[in-house]
C-alpha cells in the first residue's frame, strides 16, 4: 500500500501545486497562501482538489476544501479523510 504519511501527502500536493502554477515545488511553503500568494484560482484549486481526491482515493467535501488555505490545511484535511476512509 502506498505511504500516507504526513511527509510524503505534503510532497504530492507542493507537487500539484507547482504544476498548476508552472513554479517548483521547492517554491512552496507548508504556509503559502494559495490564493494570495500563489495566484491559485478556484479553478486551479479544483483541479488539486480532483487529483488529491483521485491519488488518495477520498472524497473531501466542497465545504471543508473552501477552507483550505495552504499546504499544511491540505495536509491536514487529506489525513482525516484517509483515516475516514479506512475506518469506514
Do not use: W
Amino acid at each position: 500500500m502506498e505511504t500516507t504519511t504526513a511527509d510524503h501527502i505534503r510532497a504530492e500536493v507542493k507537487k500539484l501545486i507547482a504544476e498548476v502554477t508552472e513554479r517548483e515545488p521547492e517554491e512552496i511553503t507548508d504556509t503559502a497562501l494559495f490564493a494570495d500568494e500563489l495566484g491559485v484560482d478556484s479553478l486551479m484549486a479544483m483541479e488539486v482538489m480532483v487529483a488529491v481526491d483521485k491519488k488518495y482515493k477520498i472524497n473531501i467535501p466542497e465545504d471543508e476544501f473552501a477552507k483550505i488555505k495552504n499546504v499544511n490545511d491540505t495536509v491536514e484535511i487529506v489525513q482525516r479523510h484517509i483515516g475516514l476512509s479506512a475506518s469506514a
